[in-house]
Nanobody, 122 residues
Framework: QVQLVESGGGLVQPGGSLRLSCAAS????????MAWYRQAPGKQRELVAS???????TYADSVKGRFTVSRDNAKDTVYLQMNSLKPEDTAIYYC????????????????WGQGTQVTVSS
């Protein structure tokens, strides 16, 4: 099993910055993709950014140029640096671990964190 624990959310003014962290723990062989999703009230959960074990990244168009996803494979931790925050970035942000192998020959699994609230408001 894999546990994902997010931290770093909070209240910030428009134009401000926050850094989210998500640490994976448990017994596993590899995590191919780590990602951040968000869900605003009344909206569907959407992909914000993802990063592969090799460092390849993808971003939602709405956050390109403002958010940066990074990963420390030695610590099994993914980060989301969020700059120039806007009120529309307000949401619960969820960490996701995809294509996880618990053993070298195991099937792929997926895990979610419990979410952390980000509120952008003056």
């Amino acid at each position: 099993q894999v546990q994902l624990v997010e931290s770093g959310g909070g209240l910030v003014q428009p134009g401000g910055s926050l850094r989210l962290s998500c640490a994976a723990s448990g017994t596993f062989f590899s995590i191919s993709i780590m990602a951040w999703y968000r869900q605003a009230p009344g909206k569907q959960r959407e992909l914000v950014a993802s990063i592969t074990e090799g460092g390849s990244t993808t971003y939602a168009d709405s956050v390109k140029g403002r958010f940066t996803v990074s990963r420390d494979n030695a610590k099994d931790t993914v980060y989301l640096q969020m700059n120039s925050l806007k009120p529309e970035d307000t949401a619960i942000y969820y960490c996701n671990a995809a294509r996880v192998r618990l053993t070298i020959i195991g099937s792929f699994r997926e895990y979610w964190g419990q979410g952390t609230q980000v509120t952008v408001s003056s």
